[in-house]
């Protein structure tokens, strides 16, 4: 375990922030690094009261560390494939509001039916490394650039335009993308080239595009805008339902939608596909599907 904490600081540079991770003190966590420098006799880190500085010694010795630790996981990972039993500990990635929303209560369920799985649930709305940050498997809504990754796809969302009933009252209610130059559409600054409010716009001029007050890397800040009637929101119509059917939200332009945006699980070519991942992703083809 020793090793595992001491990548783990270097990787997070905070003795606090490895200490979370393996749900342990600080003092656990220097009692470690401790004792691999006493057993090299050698400096591996510097502390500072501010920072952390790796040595060239410690250097070395991380890489020797995370080659190793592969090692392990792969002979781990082949044993559990031998057993054929879904057991050990699965991270995975998802965004904030969709991981909170839609893929927890499935986690719960699939725990439930595999009791020697644990997973590890990260929800983040940016863009997640899956190998440099260690995860099995991210859970992905759009179109996948990447074609270094296996992906399943686990469902399709329908996507939904809207706007509280106050800022269709104020600023009027846009018909056909057109409109939209008049008006002030939330910016989700995570859609990549040619999607978003640029499918809604091809048939406007480029350089005529609507403007927004607000963008924002999480679709729940969006949401909260929308709702305070600031601009109009473009998202996963699930993700809306309990707000357009009590009507704090109302849907516009619906002829103009975009077409559903697939949902993707999507891991390393790589990673081994052992029971514990594969057993997953079949249950939340299940679930979702």
């Known amino acids: 375990m020793s090793m595992q904490v001491y990548a783990s600081v270097v990787e997070l540079g905070s003795f606090t922030a490895a200490a979370n991770v393996f749900r342990?003190?600080?003092?656990?966590?220097?009692?470690?690094?401790?004792?691999?420098?006493?057993?090299?006799d050698a400096t591996l880190?510097?502390?500072?009261?501010?920072?952390?500085?790796?040595?060239?010694?410690?250097?070395?010795?991380?890489?020797?560390?995370?080659?190793?630790?592969?090692?392990?996981?792969?002979?781990?990972?082949?044993?559990t494939i031998v057993s054929g039993r879904p057991k050990g500990l699965l991270k995975v990635t998802a965004s904030l509001w969709f991981g909170s929303l839609m893929l927890s209560p499935i986690i719960c369920d699939y725990l439930m039916a595999y009791p020697e799985v644990s997973i590890e649930l990260s929800l983040s709305d940016r863009f997640v490394d899956i190998i440099d940050?260690?995860?099995?498997?991210?859970?992905?809504?759009?179109?996948?650039?990447?074609?270094?990754?296996i992906a399943r796809q686990l469902s399709t969302f329908e996507l939904a335009i809207c706007a509280s009933p106050a800022y269709l009252d104020k600023h009027g209610i846009p018909t056909k993308p057109e409109h939209l130059r008049d008006h002030h559409c939330l910016g989700f600054t995570n859609w990549r080239n040619h999607s978003g409010w640029k499918v809604v716009e091809k048939s406007i001029n480029?350089?005529?595009?609507?403007?927004?007050?607000?963008?924002?890397?999480n679709g729940q800040a969006l949401r909260e805008a929308a709702l305070k009637g600031i601009g109009i929101i473009m998202m996963s119509k699930v993700l809306l339902e309990a707000d357009l059917s009590n009507g704090t939200l109302v849907e516009v332009l619906k002829d103009f939608t975009p077409p559903p945006k697939p949902v993707h699980a999507v891991y390393p070519k790589e990673r081994q596909a052992t029971p514990k991942l594969t057993s997953f992703i079949d249950y939340l083809i299940h679930r979702l599907g």
């Open 206 to 217: 480029r350089h005529s595009s609507n403007h927004s007050r607000f963008a924002s890397n």
């Open 45 to 79: 880190i510097k502390r500072t009261t501010r920072r952390l500085q790796v040595t060239e010694v410690g250097k070395d010795y991380y890489e020797s560390c995370k080659q190793i630790l592969k090692q392990v996981e792969a002979a781990e990972a082949g044993a």
């Open 24 to 40: 342990i003190s600080p003092a656990m966590v220097t009692k470690h690094i401790n004792e691999i420098e006493r057993r090299l």
């Open 133 to 149: 940050e260690g995860f099995d498997v991210a859970v992905r809504i759009g179109e996948l650039a990447d074609s270094s990754y």
